[in-house]
């Protein structure tokens, strides 16, 4: 290794005061003054946002692909061609947390993956929610006595739907989706 | 020139399950990949040890949850070995049916996986998942459930195949014949789809053999081992089973040789349904004290979906002493240093989607 940077240098260092002082710089001049248009377009999605917003969240449920295990299988035949989830707004799986509403951790849940499972969750815009895919993911399942596998993804993220079954048919992550939706406040076309 | 090291991984849509990667490049090209396994361990070879025989089924199947039947049959064949049980001539006519069902579902999941990792986004995927679909019917109407089935038992099944099984069989092969037509129009003729398979990821004969790869990878190389003809279980030899045995060695010839095996499950599935006999498949109905343990060190060798899939057991007389699973997918993960060492970056996920990798099956 030739041209290694070294972190130990003063400009690495000083990188993060520089950065807080360039970022300070730019905002000086930046002061939004209140402007006519701008505070009546305000107040009129402020009244529609309520009903408006509830709305797109509700039709739009975008999901992570967080497939860990047997369930991940069982996750992708609910994109494929039999159920077809797009029909009801679930779209394809994202790769990306950022683009995505509603994680769904299909599979066992080891020590080694904790950490990372957080920063995944951390990386998805708010508001986010949990659904744990199957028994593994929603109590340990068959792995209880296992000295690797923690008893359910609720010790470490808040989860919002359970779905049992080992694994849950397809149609049972169709379930709980609408479920969530029921949750989310909005109707939800059986 | 300076080495980047570029990590990938555990969480990739391309990795088929939590594998994680270092790959080391010089420019575009590949000089090492590290992988970097255990975020799927859960103990299965541990947690066994505490179960009665009857008692382990479950955790065998979760092994390999692509082709969870032949991990199945494999543990029930070790057991029987152990107890010395017969199984009776119509339970391994069905056994055979069931488990070629569950390769050609096996392997079209693979099919349909493999061009969503060459960047084919989703239409194959479709066509794959719709076959696959199929098969699952089939087999949840002889087992009553769509993934794991526990439908093995000792000296048989846990049910018979039930009527007009046969003809729904005969009727999906024949429509897969035809699917796998159009397969080959749309995959094998793509110009895109060769470029990106044709001498990619090449291994050769005894490279492939020193590595100790088995199943696809290593018959796509030229070696013709396959445990169904070498060292036949059941029926195979009246079945007058061919493997397939290609020569190139790279990307293009392991796509083919799961194709081609599809068509040859299809064969075996006609001739065994053709020559069931009549009698009981049913094998002994669950009980916590089994039959005494006749060998108390056995070791089976079945051929997975992805190779060579081996038990070793020591036996007590409640429950397995010791097992330990000689994981196909394992061995063949560790030549992926091998097969993608001078390759470009964007080709690793094509040499690893057709090592055909189950993680549940390399950590265990």
């Known amino acids: 290794m030739d041209n290694e940077i070294d972190y130990e240098s003063a400009e690495f260092k000083n990188a993060k005061q520089e950065m807080d002082k360039l970022v300070a710089d730019s905002l000086k001049n930046r002061e939004v003054r209140p402007n006519v248009l701008f505070s009546k377009l305000s107040d009129l999605t402020k009244m529609v946002s309520g009903d408006l917003v509830k709305w797109s969240r509700n039709n739009s449920v975008w999901p992570l692909q967080f497939g860990l295990a047997c ?8 994109g494929s061609s039999r159920i077809d989830a797009e029909r009801k707004g679930y779209l394809l799986f994202r790769a990306t947390p950022r683009q995505c509403d509603v994680m769904l951790v299909a599979g066992w849940v080891t020590k080694s993956i904790i950490p990372e499972l957080k920063r995944m969750y951390e990386q998805m815009a708010r508001p986010r929610y949990v659904i744990a895919f199957g028994e593994c993911a929603t109590c340990g399942g068959p792995w209880w006595e296992s000295y690797n596998i923690i008893k359910g993804i609720d010790q470490v993220l808040p989860v919002d739907v359970y779905v049992a079954g080992c694994p849950p048919r397809p149609e049972n992550l169709f379930g709980a989706i609408m479920k969530l939706q029921k949750k989310l406040g909005g109707a939800v076309e059986d | 020139m300076a080495i980047t090291k570029v990590n990938v991984g555990p969480i990739h849509p391309s990795t088929h399950g939590v594998l994680r990667l270092v790959v080391h490049l010089d420019g575009d090209t590949i000089a090492k990949v590290e992988p970097h396994i255990g975020f799927l361990h859960r103990g299965v070879e541990k947690l066994v040890e505490t179960r009665m025989y009857m008692q382990s089924h479950p955790y065998m199947e979760k092994i390999d949850y692509m ?9 029930v064949s070790t057991v029987e070995k152990a107890m010395e049980i017969e199984v009776s001539e119509r339970a391994q006519y069905v056994r055979v049916v069931l488990l070629e069902l569950q390769r050609i579902a096996s ?5 349909g996986s493999i061009c969503n990792d060459l960047g084919q986004l989703f239409t194959t995927f479709m066509w794959g998942f719709r076959d696959r679909d199929m098969a699952l019917r ?7 459930q769509r993934m794991f089935y526990v439908n093995m038992r000792l000296g048989g099944l846990a049910r018979d195949i039930p009527e007009g099984f046969g003809d729904e069989t005969l009727k999906f092969l024949d429509y897969l014949e035809k699917r796998l037509r159009e397969y080959e129009k749309f995959i094998e003729k793509n110009p895109i789809f060769i470029q990106r398979m044709k001498d990619i990821g090449r291994i050769s004969r005894s490279e492939a053999l020193d590595l100790g790869v088995t199943g696809q990878v290593l018959r ?18 009246k079945l007058d089973f061919n493997p ?14 799961r194709v081609l095996e599809i068509e040859e499950s299809i064969r075996l599935i006609r001739k065994a349904l053709g020559k069931m006999p009549e009698g009981n498949a049913l094998g002994m109905p669950v009980k916590l004290v089994s039959p005494p343990v006749k060998n108390r060190i056995v070791s089976v060798s079945r051929e997975n979906p992805r ?20 994981a196909p997918t394992f061995i063949n993960l560790s030549a992926l240093d091998y097969m993608a060492r001078g390759n470009r970056f964007a080709d690793l996920f094509a040499i690893m989607g057709t090592l055909d990798l189950v993680m549940a099956d390399v950590d265990r």
């Open chain 1, 71 to 78: 369930c991940s299988i069982e996750l992708m035949d609910f």
């Open chain 2, 67 to 75: 082709a969870p039947m032949s991990v199945d049959d494999l543990y």
């Open chain 2, 107 to 111: 392997h079209l999941f693979w099919v």
């Open chain 2, 138 to 144: 089939l087999l949840e109407t002889a087992t009553g």
């Open chain 2, 220 to 237: 796509a190389s030229g070696v013709s081992y396959d445990v169904r003809k070498n060292n036949p279980y059941y029926v195979y030899d």
């Open chain 2, 244 to 257: 397939v045995v290609l020569q190139q060695g790279d990307n293009l010839a392991r796509y083919r040789a």
């Open chain 2, 307 to 326: 190779g060579e899939e081996m038990m070793y057991m020591v036996g007590d007389p409640q429950g397995p002493y010791r097992l330990s699973i000689r």
